[in-house]
């Protein structure tokens, strides 16, 4: 039997940034994967074919980028960091199936970008901190995408799958699970990153719905109505909508709720429901 391959090769990430002169910039997020037994647990989560387009965001120091070239039939990697940018464009320079951009991925216009390919797959080691708003941004632009493959800190993770009646579960949870599938990855110990981070992590898989698991008629007013009540949870739903209609009580009673019940008691059904009484009830106001 071939000697295991070592599972925490952490000298050779430290090797290399020092090669290049270079240490993890802290306001940048950055804690680059140094296991390679996790990446390749990662690219296999993606489920490629051969013939797919793929992103990876926050590409770094090439952990998974090399795995992914091999098996994508197009590669873009987006790097805000210039200086690791440019490392990846002269590293893929004889790769003209491999495309470099250095960019904030907030910015990137991905259905300009993917234009002219099928919905791609998102592999991503995304920092902490802007975890959430680049998660958001994805499922808004879900069209171009097949399916995403997040390394998250494993709080986020457990918000994304938390079920009604539970702590975790809040508007993230709704707002996520309306708009995708959240499937199991893997769990990631901090001891696979350099620097190691002060959270636990976890890979989670999450595949756009074709059809939405909940019908509503106005899917922006859904995520208003979610994320109003959930900035009061601990309240009874009729006054955390107090906000948005005058009367929140004949609104929840025509959509089949109890006033009294708190947001995080509700289900995907329930919060549609709720949305179109309401949109009902303000179009009756005009």
């Known amino acids: 039997m071939a000697p295991r391959e070592p599972r925490r090769p952490l000298g050779k990430v430290r090797r290399e940034l020092v090669s290049i002169g270079r240490r993890p910039r802290k306001r940048l997020g950055q804690h680059f994967l140094a296991d390679p037994h996790v990446a390749r647990r990662i690219v296999e989560l993606a489920r490629l074919g051969g013939d797919d387009t793929v992103v990876e965001i926050g590409a770094g120091l090439g952990a998974l980028s090399d795995l992914l070239a091999e098996r994508a039939a197009h590669l873009w990697l987006i790097e805000l960091d210039p200086e690791l940018a440019a490392r990846l464009q002269e590293r893929y320079a004889e790769r003209a199936r491999v495309h470099v951009v250095q960019a ?10 993917l234009r002219g390919s099928g919905p791609a797959v998102v592999v991503a080691n995304l920092p902490y901190n802007i975890s959430t708003p680049v998660l958001i941004r994805l499922l808004e632009q879900r069209g171009c995408f097949s399916r995403l493959v997040l390394m998250l800190q494993r709080e986020v993770v457990e918000r994304l799958r938390a079920q009604p009646g539970s702590k975790a579960y ?6 996520v ?16 990153f ?3 981070p002060q959270v636990e992590s976890e890979v989670v898989v999450l595949e756009p719905h074709r059809v939405p698991p909940v019908q509503v008629v106005d ?3 859904m995520e208003r109505v979610v994320r109003r009540v959930f900035t009061q949870r601990r309240k009874q739903l009729a006054n955390s909508l107090r906000p948005l209609c005058a009367d929140p009580s004949a609104v929840l009673r025509a959509a089949g709720i109890d006033p009294t019940r708190r947001p995080e008691t509700l289900t995907l059904a329930e919060f549609a429901a709720l949305s179109d009484a309401l949109g009902a009830h303000l179009a009756e106001r005009v």
């Open 170 to 175: 809040g508007a993230l949870s709704v707002c």
């Open 177 to 192: 699970q309306t708009a995708a599938q959240v499937r199991p990855g893997l769990p990631v110990g901090p001891e696979a």
């Open 194 to 196: 350099v620097p190691r």
């Open 104 to 113: 904030d991925v907030l910015t990137v216009d991905f259905p300009a970008l």
């Open 219 to 221: 899917r922006a007013l």
